[in-house]
């Protein structure tokens, strides 16, 4: 699952590549106004199924298969498209999508495990990994529990349950 802005910004194909007989995944975008996929998006091609999530009152710019959904506050309902995946036999879902679709993944208590990656890099100020989802201050931070670490060349794979808060 992708969103409008990752869809813009990177125009994504979303399908196994190079691994001889995979089963390919149902790609999907959450494109609220209907607008960020355009009728030449990779997604769109034969590689693989696509659903397209736009809103109800939208007007889709292309003609893959959609899904309408109500919206939310800053987008789509996310639970009635988890809904609407769990109808179609999906029963995972994995989120590649930047930090606004992730905030509200996080704000629906959307998520189950996070897969982060840690590069020895350091850069200078950039987006944060989560847009919204209610989370402002160090006393509102979600806190992980990590499973697994795991060295990939010089990055690591840190995979991580969410902590339940306590009230």
């Known amino acids: 699952v992708v969103g ?5 910004a990177d125009d ?11 089963v390919q995944p149902l790609r999907v975008v959450v494109d609220t106004n209907g607008t ?19 809103a ?7 003609e893959g298969e959609t899904v309408r959904l109500p919206r939310a506050t800053g987008g789509l309902d ?11 036999g999906v ?5 590649e999508g930047g930090p606004t679709l ?3 993944f996080v704000a629906a208590d959307c998520v189950d495990r996070v897969v982060g990656y840690l590069a020895p890099v350091l850069l200078g100020a950039g987006p944060a990994a989560l847009d919204g989802g209610g989370i402002t201050t160090i006393t509102d931070a979600l ?17 991580a349950t969410l902590v339940a808060k306590e009230h």
């Open 4 to 8: 409008s802005g990752t869809q813009r």
């Open 12 to 22: 994504p194909h979303l399908a196994v590549r190079g691994i001889e007989g995979a």
């Open 36 to 54: 960020a996929v355009t009728p030449d998006a990779r997604v769109l091609d034969d590689a693989a199924p696509t659903l397209i999530a736009v």
């Open 56 to 62: 109800e009152d939208s007007t889709p710019a292309h």
């Open 78 to 88: 996310i639970r009635t498209l988890l809904d609407v995946l769990h109808a179609r």
């Open 91 to 95: 029963r995972s879902v994995l989120l």
């Open 102 to 104: 992730a905030g509200a």
């Open 143 to 159: 806190r992980l529990d990590v499973s697994e670490t795991v060295r990939i060349g010089p990055d690591l794979r840190i995979t």
